[in-house]
């Protein structure tokens, strides 16, 4: 039975819901609450949830049914994954930006441990008794297994690269991990780490951040973009995608993979972040963070169809997370850059509440800023596939690189931007306000930011004359970059001495890779800078520009590869051996392979400290954002 209705006047002014096409269907009980990381999730006993905040860098406890804040409490920088440890009050949270897994009290608000990790924890789940966790390292690619009674790592296992989302089967036995930059699936035991099975995504599949069970265990889902690097244009480069993983049943071991943005007729939808299954095991509601909207899907569970649209939903800016409550009657959104939670009735659609979270902490610009950058809607995308945050999430890189009209260029993390311009690996860009001619361009189509006409040329400054432009920019600019995990109590010995063949005249590294950024060029007229043909230009035929490229950075490369602007070196080794063939890019050519492996290591622990007061005590320039 099914009936289409359509809702009155919408409460809140961006929350308003669209008419909705719904199949009436019977809510279940509580008894099959799904376990998987995210960022938002519901206790046992369904009485609270927690949600993390990376803005503010902290967790809110919040009332369920009442969506009454009960606290908020600091935890760090950069929080993601948070977990219940069993059926208690006590919640686990992955703090991303400090390494760090944290185990509070919900009822007291006190923090318990605080347990060291290598790096980047990013997906938590706990196991029925909460004894045991189960905790995602996106760097360097491991699953570690935590008591956090204790507070102590147990167990250390390597789960691929970048895995991301994580989640536990019914008879915790096995774990389900995702990759984020291939949605890769893995299966891991819970004894001992070994990898059971997996499931393998297309070449371009990207960006999979959480993965859910479905009650009854046939089922797993992961949602995903697909990235097609050979058309880096806005109707063709971008999809969003479902993954269904069959762990059970005719078709077991194997992937279904449903495009999202074919579902519903024409409709087009962008960079969907999270999903989760209803407790009845019927539907699927994915959040898609880029036109800020969310789809619930008919769960059909042939293995021809998988997934039909049931119904859609406009949600706040951003929105990161998506739970069903434990009765099954509401699901809930955890809108990022509105910093709230809204709850809808899971049968009409309607808001039925609204709790904000923690207060945005953010600069009015940067957050303007911020918001254009992650939304694939009008001014800034023309058909809704495409944003700035689809290639450069949270400012890191998308690990593909694309064929540009101009050639081949693997896209760039944004740490350290505003002291790095300018801009792109050909310098052809002195502002982050030329991304004018981006949002214009083919790639995004959109209306863009600034009135009137486009600068015919690049070099014309165009900062200052538009808020939301420069606001775009003041975002864009202000990542920071990562300490390496490679050098947490200073330079190892064998980095030390890849450090000296560095700066010595023997190899030139440091003629070009100068400076607290390890780079000669500085912000300024592009006319006036210095790029260099170290002999990679010749790899590709499709470029067009001269072989001639901006020195990059060398912070954060431990985490950067591809390497080169073509992205045609795996690894920091091939760099310096054979992709140096004739010794064009700083001598290597007559290093021993031992000293090579000590050159890498020096690379690979940059920065080990923050380069800021370095560069200010060294007098560098800084891009400097217009205020409005
Ligand atoms: C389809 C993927 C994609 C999208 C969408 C995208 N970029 Fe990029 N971005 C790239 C690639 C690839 C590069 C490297 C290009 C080059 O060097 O020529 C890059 C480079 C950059 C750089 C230069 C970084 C540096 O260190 O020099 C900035 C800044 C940037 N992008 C900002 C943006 C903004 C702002 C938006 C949205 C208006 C955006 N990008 C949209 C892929 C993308
Ligand atoms: C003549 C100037 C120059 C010298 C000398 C030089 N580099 Fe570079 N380096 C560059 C340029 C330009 C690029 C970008 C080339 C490209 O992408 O094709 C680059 C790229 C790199 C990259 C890849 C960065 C990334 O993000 O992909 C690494 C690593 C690197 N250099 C390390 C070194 C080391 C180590 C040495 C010494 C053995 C060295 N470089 C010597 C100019 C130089």
């Known amino acids: 039975m099914s009936f289409i209705f359509r809702v009155p006047s919408p409460p809140f002014r961006r929350l308003a819901v669209l008419p909705l096409l719904m199949l009436l269907v019977c809510c279940g009980s509580a008894d099959a609450q799904t376990i998987s990381a995210g960022l938002l999730n519901f206790s046992a006993a369904g009485d609270r949830f927690a949600c993390s905040n990376r803005d503010s860098g902290t967790v809110s406890i919040v009332s369920w049914p009442e969506l009454k804040l009960l606290r908020e409490i600091p935890v760090g920088h950069k929080p993601e994954g948070v977990a219940w440890l069993g059926k208690s009050n006590r919640l686990a949270c992955c703090v991303y930006g400090d390494d760090e897994v944290v185990i509070l009290d919900t009822d007291s608000g006190s923090i318990e441990h605080r347990i060291q990790v290598f790096d980047e924890p990013y997906g938590v789940v706990s196991n029925s008794d909460g004894s045991r ?204 850059l509105d910093f709230n939670v809204v709850c809808y009735n899971r049968q009409t659609g309607q808001v039925t509440g ?35 945050s689809s290639c450069h999430p949270d400012g890191d890189a998308d690990g593909r690189t694309w064929q540009q009209p101009e050639g081949l260029r693997n896209t760039q993390p944004l740490g350290g931007l505003a002291w790095t311009h300018p801009l792109h690996w050909s310098a052809d860009r002195d502002e982050v306000q030329d991304f004018e001619h981006t949002i214009r361009g083919a790639l995004m189509g959109g209306r863009g930011l600034l009135s009137g006409g486009l600068p015919a040329a690049m070099d014309e400054a165009i900062t200052g004359r538009s808020a939301p432009l420069d606001a775009l920019a003041a975002y864009t600019n202000s990542h920071a970059v990562p300490l390496s995990p490679h050098a947490r109590g200073g330079l190892s010995a064998a980095a030390i001495r890849g450090q000296q063949l560095f700066n010595s005249a023997e190899t030139g590294c440091a003629n070009c890779h100068s400076g607290p950024f390890y780079s000669d060029s500085q912000p300024g007229p592009v006319e006036q800078l210095a790029m260099h043909n170290v002999g990679t230009g010749n790899d590709d035929d499709t470029e067009l520009m001269s072989p001639a490229y901006d020195t990059p950075t060398l912070l954060g490369l431990y985490r950067s590869a591809p390497y ?34 000590d050159l890498v290591e020096f690379l690979k622990s940059l920065p080990w400290e923050d380069p800021v007061p370095a560069a200010e005590t060294a007098g560098l320039k800084q891009v400097q954002t217009a205020r409005h």
């Open 133 to 336: 966790i189960y905790v995602t390292l996106e760097y360097p690619g491991q699953v570690v297994q935590l008591d956090p009674q204790q507070g102590q790592q147990l167990q250390q296992w390597s789960a691929g690269t970048m895995p991301r989302g994580i989640c536990i089967s019914a008879d915790q036995q096995r774990i389900l991990v995702t990759e984020y930059l291939t949605a890769m699936v893995r299966e891991l035991s819970t004894a001992d780490g070994s990898e059971l099975r997996t499931w393998k995504g297309a070449s371009t599949d990207n960006l999979a951040r959480q993965i859910v069970i479905a009650p009854g265990q046939q089922r797993a889902y992961v949602t995903h973009i697909r990235s097609r690097v050979t058309a880096a244009h806005g109707s063709g480069s971008i999809f969003p995608y479902a993954s269904v993983i069959r762990l059970d049943g005719a078709k077991q071991g194997t992937r279904l993979r449903v495009p999202l943005d074919t579902i519903r007729g024409t409709r087009v939808t962008a960079n969907p972040w999270d999903c989760d299954v209803s407790p009845d095991g019927r539907s699927l509601a994915v959040a898609f963070a880029g036109t800020n909207d969310l789809y619930v899907l008919k769960i059909v569970g042939d293995d021809y169809v998988e997934l039909d649209f049931e119904a859609s939903v406009r949600c706040g800016s951003n929105p990161r997370a998506v739970r069903y409550s434990p009765d099954g009657s509401s699901f809930l959104v955890y809108n990022a």
């Open 354 to 388: 609204e709790v904000t979270v923690t207060e945005c902490p953010l600069d009015p610009q940067i957050l303007l800023g911020k918001q254009l950058f992650y939304t694939a809607l009008q001014p800034m995308t023309a058909r809704a596939w495409i944003s700035c």
């Open 564 to 597: 080169l602007h073509h992205g045609k070196a795996a690894t920091l080794h091939d760099v310096l051996t054979t992709m140096n063939p004739a010794d064009r890019h700083g001598q290597t050519s007559h290093l021993r392979s031992d000293q090579i492996d």
